[in-house]
């Protein structure tokens, strides 16, 4: 069985609202992305700026969420951290990447499934050479190629264990006012070269190589994005999804954001016919959503497109579950919901409460018709957990869904039952 490998990080070990969506996490403050499309699913890894940060970086773990449809992505939580994960490390858990492979200073973790939990292949560190933010890209010919930045640009080739190096760590001269976070990809027989350039504030740039995955990175280049504003660093991951090009980026846009509280972002793109990526502009609307969400199989809670007061915490049933942090004003939005043309006629939540409240459900804003109105006694714990059925009128069609929180209470997922189901 193939493994995912996460090659983690700069690991400082004892060497030395509205309704927008984005950015598309809210729960908590997410930078570094890295896109992985896997098994027909969008992966996407992230380190997590904790609230604390005012003057430096400080992570300690890394959180991996999953969409298939770009804009509601739910939280699987975390699938790695120092303290369980690189023991040997003591700081700096900065930006991952997940990868496919065969069996990053630069520490690397393994895991059978793709939700973790990951554990350290090595022991130790993999390389370091005071460089950061791994880029891993495995070729046709199944070589896998890493690539690490910061005060140089370095490559080293994966032996087929994809946790040891072959031939060293190769320097090369920086493309294209290069200064961090490379992210290596091929598309159509071009190899491309993203980067965080030009110095702080950090702009996106790419280069596409005139030889093959090792440069030279002399080819077509340009600047993708300029700098996102509070945020002075920027980290660029790309991918095709369902035939939709891709920019995954980070800014400083939840509030109390800012340079140490960065948050994740996504924006739509196309290529030109010669492969070259135009300028994007940072938006607050997103990437389109590709298709529709489901509505009548179950869904976690966690599944956002956007969300305010609310965050996520560890599941003892599955994953992660939404509670409220605020009692009024807390809400999800869940977007292009098809409840199809003959609608819901009921509601299944899955809850847990050491208090009660009211959970409704509404179409297209918050103060939206409402659709269901579901009252949550108390379960005597935040993780005894209960299933409360409620009644659903006027849900048809292909809507924004709310959930709107009064009161205080755990939340772990929704299913709606079609008006033509039948009953057993
Ligand atoms: C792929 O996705 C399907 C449907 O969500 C799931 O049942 C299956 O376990 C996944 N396979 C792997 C290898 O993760
Ligand atoms: C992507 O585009 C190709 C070529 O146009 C097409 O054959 C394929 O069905 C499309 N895939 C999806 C998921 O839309
Ligand atoms: C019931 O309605 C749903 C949503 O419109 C639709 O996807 C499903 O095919 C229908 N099932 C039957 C048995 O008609």
Known sequence: MKRLLAPLALLLGNIGLAAADNPIIQTIYTAD???????????????????????FFEMKEWRLYASTDVVNWQDYGTIASLKDTFKWSVDRAWAPQLVQGGAMAIGVATSKTITGPYKDALGKALISNNNIDPTVWVDDDGQAYLYIANSGFFYARLNPDMISISGGVVSQSKPNGLTEGPWLYKRNGKYYMVAASNGIPESITYTISTGGPTGPWNGKSGTIMGPTGSSFTNHAGIVDYKNHSLFFYHNGGLPGGGGYKRSICIEDFTYASDGSIPSIKPTTAGAAQIGSLNPYVQTSATTIAFSAGVETQKYNEGFMNVYNTNANGAYIKVKGVDFGSAGATSLSVRVASSGSGKLTASLGSRTGTVIATCTIAG???????????????????????????????????WQFTASNATTS
């Open 379 to 413: 379960t005597g714990g935040s993780q005894k957990w209960t299933t409360v059925s409620c009644p659903v009128t006027g849900a048809k069609g292909k809507n924004d869904l709310y959930w709107t929180f009064s009161g205080s209470y755990q939340f772990a997922w």
């Open 33 to 55: 992305p890295a896109p992985y499309v896997f098994n027909d699913t969008l992966y996407l890894v992230a380190d997590h700026d904790e609230d604390t940060a005012n003057t």
